[in-house]
């Protein structure tokens, strides 16, 4: 992968394109090898060790292009990046994302490949994965990595309200009612993460509530 990884971000899945997809450039290859070698056979001739080496290099150039040719699910977003020469890279944030569902045809299911497709809150809308190799592995790892970015999330939320709390509680009673409104709070602030998460908030709107929820 070719797109720099940020700051505590960790891969949890790479995966290609079908296999499949290398059948069709696999046997134009062998044809060019096959041809120009019964060709340098019968009739020695430079054209025919020309089909050869061309041949090798059609399928290394298709293999490499397949190779490039990925979707990685990180602890933070999804990337689609291809390119052999050139790089291209589509990133959707785990936050952003409201659903992820899959589809295989009839041949999709005996060869294990399908298409996948991401919901974000973007106006972007959809984002399409076709020909993916073991779509539900893809669809279930970016499940579960969304409900563990929504732990870390929480996690990083309620820190920040405890050091708001301890900063301004002060002693006594005002201390003690701050800590009694603590649960409360908490809530209130899993639920504007769920808002964010469908998209029903955005990002300004979701920070004001829970600015105000802090600084209550």
């Known amino acids: 992968?070719?797109?720099?990884?940020?700051?505590?971000?960790?891969?949890?899945?790479v995966t290609y394109s079908s296999w499949t997809a290398l059948i069709g450039p696999f046997l134009i290859a062998l044809t060019l090898v096959v041809v120009g070698i019964l060709v340098v056979v019968k009739v020695p001739t430079v054209w025919g060790w020309l089909g050869v080496v061309f041949g090798v290099v059609y399928w290394l150039v298709r293999y490499a292009t397949w190779k490039v040719n990925i979707w990685v699910?990180?602890?933070?977003?999804?990337?689609d990046e291809a390119g052999l020469l050139t790089h291209y890279a589509k990133e959707s944030p785990l936050d952003k994302i409201n659903n992820v569902s899959y589809d295989q045809g009839v041949w999709g299911r005996v060869f294990n490949f399908g298409h996948v497709e991401i919901q974000t809150a973007a106006e972007a809308g959809a984002t399409d994965y076709f020909n993916v190799n073991h779509p539900k592995r893809l669809k279930d790892t970016i499940t579960a990595a969304q409900s563990e970015y929504k732990n870390w999330q929480f996690g990083n939320q309620a820190q920040q309200m405890a050091a708001a709390i301890g900063a301004g509680g002060g002693a006594g009673r005002d201390a003690a009612v701050r800590a009694a409104e603590t649960p409360a709070i908490a809530e209130e602030l899993e639920r504007l993460f769920e808002l964010r998460m469908k998209g029903a908030l955005s990002e300004d709107e979701y920070n004001r509530a829970k600015a105000r929820l802090l600084n209550h």
């Not at 699910?73 to 990337?79: E, G, H, K, M, Q």
């Open 1 to 13: 992968m070719r797109t720099p990884l940020q700051k505590s971000e960790k891969i949890l899945l």
């Open 73 to 79: 699910v990180t602890n933070f977003r999804v990337i």
